[in-house]
């Protein structure tokens, strides 16, 4: 675990109340109950909703896929490499990311559900996507892999990481959500990919060749 992990216990609570809070209203995307982590032997991480770091409303409403997903997506931003490894500073880069796909792409909001920034911070990307995971059984349609969008799960990894390693605070986060991730929706170690295994693309990078170490650490985690 990364080592402002305290930090993070400190945060949770309020972040967790966010996730809470917005149950209600997000309640199409997976009934009336309260938002809450499908019990299990990985401990939730802290996760900051997309209130939390002002977000921007989507630019229309979101899909809903009525079925869990069956594997994860790694992605790097290709964004310049941060030596800013602070809260803010992912909070920042999520407003960076929806700004980019929103008006560049032309996208109804941030295409990939989580992100993961170079801090080790975790946030909600696509809206909906928290309240999804902590129930388990359902998913927001994102869009970040062609031909997958319904079907997996995708997190972006702040930087680029063609020639250089990802610091330590964010490859521990990765393990840790992809763990907790893979737990709330039965998806087997296994099933985890990178950009590059499904649409011609150099993403993520290095990350990509530390695949079966991130599968060995997240099959660890789960106790398999």
Known sequence: MSAHLPRR????GAVLLG???GATALS???GDRDARAVAGAVDQPTIANCATWGA???SSAVSVVQSRPNKIIIHHTAFPNTTDYSLAQAYRNSRDIQDLHMDTNGWLDSGQHFTNSRGGYLTEGR????YALLHGQTMVQGAHCV???SQAIGIENDGIYLDVQPPQALWDSLIWFCAFTCQQYGIPASEIYGHKDFNNT???GLLHDRLPELRSAVAARLGG
Request: proline share 13%.
């Open 9 to 12: 216990a400190v945060l949770r």
């Open 19 to 21: 996730a809470a809070a």
């Open 28 to 30: 199409q995307f997976g």
């Open 56 to 58: 921007r409303p989507p």
């Open 127 to 130: 809206h909906g996507s928290l």
């Open 147 to 149: 031909g997958q969008n």
């Open 202 to 204: 150099q993403c993520p």
